[in-house]
């Protein structure tokens, strides 16, 4: 293997190491309430976008729609989302999805901890060292769909 294949290849495996890290470190309220990666990737989806419908969930977590009503109903249940008739549509059949003030705030909280547990980590280093991370970021982040913060910036 080359050097740069090496060097690559130690980062694949920092990287998968530091992010299981940080996730193993702050899920400890998600798995207080059994949420499922599915509920919380709907909570987040709707965090990001203020609502959804069950179609947009579908097509953004590319699983069936009738497996998001159930993970909905789940959610529902747990008082994390709630379901209201879509006045946007003459369809009466048409659902929003929205999350409850106690979804936002564990979402905040999940967010907040991994901010906390990257700025523990990375604050020991040298203000070099943040712009090398600082760079290096903003070019992984660019090839990645959505990675970067404003659309409008490559």
């Given at each position: 293997m080359?050097k740069?294949?090496?060097?690559?290849?130690?980062?694949?495996?920092i990287?998968?190491?530091g992010?299981?890290?940080?996730?193993?470190d702050?899920?400890d309220?998600?798995?207080?309430?059994?949420?499922?990666?599915?509920?919380?990737?709907?909570?987040?989806?709707i965090?990001l976008?203020?609502?959804?419908?069950p179609?947009?969930?579908a097509?953004?977590?590319n699983?069936?729609?009738?497996?998001?009503?159930?993970?909905?109903?789940?959610?529902?249940?747990?008082?994390?989302?709630?379901?209201e008739?879509?006045?946007?549509?003459?369809?009466?059949?048409?659902?929003?999805?929205?999350?409850?003030?106690?979804?936002?705030?564990?979402?905040?909280?999940?967010?907040?901890?991994?901010?906390?547990?990257?700025?523990?980590?990375?604050?020991?280093?040298?203000?070099?060292?943040?712009?090398?991370?600082y760079h290096?970021?903003m070019?992984i982040?660019?090839?990645?769909?959505?990675?970067?913060p404003?659309?409008?910036h490559?």
């Open positions: 080359s740069k294949s090496d060097v690559i290849h130690n980062l694949k495996l990287y998968g190491y992010y299981t890290k940080v996730f193993n702050v899920t309220s998600i798995t207080r309430m059994h949420i499922s990666k599915t509920q919380m990737d709907i909570m987040q989806f965090y976008n203020g609502h959804a419908t179609s947009d969930l097509l953004e977590l699983v069936q729609r009738s497996a998001i009503t159930h993970t909905v109903k789940k959610l529902v249940q747990k008082n994390l989302v709630r379901s008739s879509n006045k946007m549509t003459n369809d009466k059949r048409s659902k929003l999805i929205y999350m409850t003030r106690e979804s936002e705030q564990l979402v905040e909280e999940f967010l907040d901890k991994i901010h906390h547990k990257i700025g523990t980590d990375i604050g020991i280093l040298t203000k070099e060292e943040e712009e090398q991370l290096a970021t070019t982040l660019k090839y990645i769909p959505g990675g970067t404003d659309e409008t490559t």
